[in-house]
């Protein structure tokens, strides 16, 4: 799988990370984004431009698609100068961007009447560590599509969860980002708190780390809260597409939620406040107002680097017990 040559579109924050831990394994990589200065990064480590999506579909033998919206992910692959028109017979199709499952099986079955194959593979565990190559991937389709792609998906990722049939990683996916959400909102409530008692918030952080109130975005995303840069890489408009494709799932499948609309509100309304490209870290500035506090700590970063070496790649097995 090495050896075949790749093609990335979407270069974001989390798409730019992956597209250049390929270059640095040595892929033969062409790369398409609106970004010209982002292209422009990774043309001088390396990389092909394309002027094209369909010019990079047909130059190319793998194509990953890292994009902000199903809507986006739609118009890259079907319009008329789109993948689709490029892919040749035998191509494989990588979506990694987070999406809609019914989407993501129309555009598959789209891309078999090509003669190529899907595998829909949605990515967690944040910039830092997209940068690292140490972020999980989910992996959702038929189990050669999976098995072809392991070697490819071992280099841009840790831990590669094969999910399922297609649709099931999108699915996760947004489930998992929903959990994100919940953490989010509930601490910027604990650590405004905190705050607002006087009690000391490097204290208190550690309080939380060492607790049953622990998560991986405490150990991440409080970090930058408390620092003040809020920068995580991600925006409100993002969170609430990511927890609208949630609720919108557990809707059609008639789950009646009550933290989902909650908290789907609760950042609308910094969108409203704040716009919606406000890193989402920032929420808490809605409470920091109504209370007349900055919720802020000394010894923080204001970014966040993955300190762990690169491991190769492996599949996780779910837990049967």
């Known amino acids: 799988m090495t050896d075949l040559r790749v093609g990335f579109i979407g270069l974001g924050n989390v ?25 422009a990064l990774l043309v001088a480590q390396g990389a092909r431009a394309a002027g094209s999506a369909r010019a990079l579909a047909a130059a190319v033998e793998v194509i990953i698609t890292c994009l902000p919206s199903p ?58 560590r997209a940068a690292s190559g140490n972020i999980s991937i989910f992996a959702g389709g038929t189990r050669p599509a999976f098995e072809r792609a392991l070697p490819l998906l071992a280099i841009l990722g840790q831990r590669i969860l094969h999910t399922g049939a297609l649709g099931s990683a999108s699915q996760l996916k947004v489930l998992t980002n929903y959990l994100c ?71 059609q499948l008639g789950v009646p939620l009550e933290l989902s609309p909650l908290v789907l509100e609760i950042f609308r309304d910094g969108a409203r406040r704040y716009g919606g490209r406000e890193l989402s870290p920032n929420i808490i500035r809605r409470l920091e107002e109504a209370c007349g506090v900055r919720v802020l700590a000394s010894g923080f970063p204001a970014s966040l680097t993955d300190e762990e070496p690169k491991v190769p790649g492996y599949e996780v097995a779910p837990h049967r017990g």
């Not at 008329?80 to 099986?105: K, N, Q, Y």
């Open 71 to 128: 809507a986006v992910c739609a118009a890259v692959m079907e319009e008329a100068d789109g993948v689709l028109a490029g892919l040749a017979p035998g191509a494989l199709w990588l979506e990694m961007s987070t999406t809609d499952a019914a989407e993501v099986r129309r555009l598959a079955a789209r891309v078999a009447e090509r003669g190529g194959t899907a595998l829909e593979c949605p990515v967690s565990g944040g910039c830092h």
């Open 15 to 39: 798409g730019s990370q992956l597209a250049g831990n390929l270059l640095r394994h040595g892929i033969d990589l062409t790369v398409r984004d609106i970004d010209a200065e982002r292209v």
């Open 181 to 251: 959400t919940v953490h989010l909102a509930a601490l910027a409530e604990a650590l405004t708190v905190a705050r607002v008692a006087g009690l000391d918030l490097n204290t208190a952080y550690e309080a939380i780390r060492i607790s049953s109130g622990n998560s991986f975005v405490h150990e991440t995303e409080s970090q930058v809260i408390l620092n003040g840069s809020r920068d995580i890489n991600f925006t409100m408009d993002l969170v609430i597409k990511d927890v609208g494709l949630f609720d919108t799932l557990a809707r």
